[in-house]
């Protein structure tokens, strides 16, 4: 069965790096997405993406983060100055459509700020 | 907008015995609506979806959900749990072209 594949699984980084999550999409979807979950908490919608543009953003996704498809296959979500409370899971996702689709969900990447 | 309520952040049931993780909607349109499950240190993995088609849903596992618009519920059961049923569950929601949208989740626990 088809798999959205996220790399790294775990990363440790300084506050105030910055950090790329790598998201490999099922290729015959169309739309792409970043929810994140904070230990213990929701899962929380951060950003679509749609023909190479940014379909939607919540008020998480403020300037410090940006996302990227940079080729064919890669979804990127790039956070500029990593902050404490960034720390958290990080889920990338892909659906082929709209409407009634649900979303494929990649394993996740645990970001921990230090 | 959209939402989904989940009452109980934890469940704790006996192996062999009815799950019931209760979610309910709020929505301006008809919805449509999700279940996924969160094994530790694990993805979300797609349970079943309802669509506006049969109101009974099969998933995968043996869990099944029941669409009742009278009720805004989609409450999801499995007649008798098994110990790897442990995990996080979560009821989602999607209006049309919007986002898909959580709820806050329910922890499973199986008590051998």
């Known amino acids: 069965e088809p798999e959205v594949t996220q790399t790294p699984s775990h990363q440790v980084t300084q506050m105030g790096q910055e950090v790329i999550l790598r998201c490999v999409p099922i290729?015959?979807?169309?739309?792409f997405y970043w929810y994140r979950q904070i230990l213990g908490q929701k899962v929380e919608f951060l950003v679509s993406?749609?023909?190479?543009?940014?379909?939607?953003k919540s008020e998480i996704f403020d300037d410090q983060f940006s996302v990227e498809r940079p080729d064919g296959s890669n979804f990127t979500l790039k956070i500029r100055s990593t902050k404490l409370e960034d720390s958290a899971m990080y889920f990338c996702a892909s659906s082929p459509g709209t409407s009634n689709y649900g979303y494929t969900f990649g394993s996740g990447t645990r970001l921990t700020v230090v | 907008a959209q939402s989904v309520t989940q009452l109980g952040s934890h469940v704790s049931v006996s192996e062999g015995a009815l799950v019931l993780l209760r979610c309910n909607y709020s929505s301006s349109v008809p919805p449509y609506l999700f279940w996924y499950v969160q094994y530790p240190n694990q993805g979300l993995q797609l349970l079943l979806k309802y669509t506006s088609a049969a109101t009974l849903v099969k998933g995968i596992n043996g869990f099944e959900a029941e669409f009742k618009k009278s009720e805004t519920s989609f409450h999801l059961t499995k007649p008798s749990a098994h110990m790897s049923d442990a995990a996080e569950y979560f009821c989602?929601?999607?209006?049309?072209?919007?986002?898909?949208?959580f709820g806050t989740g329910t922890r499973l626990t199986i008590i051998p």
């Open positions: 989602a929601v999607k209006n049309g072209n919007e986002k898909l949208t």
């Open positions: 290729s015959n979807h169309l739309y």
């Open positions: 993406f749609y023909n190479n543009e940014i379909s939607e």
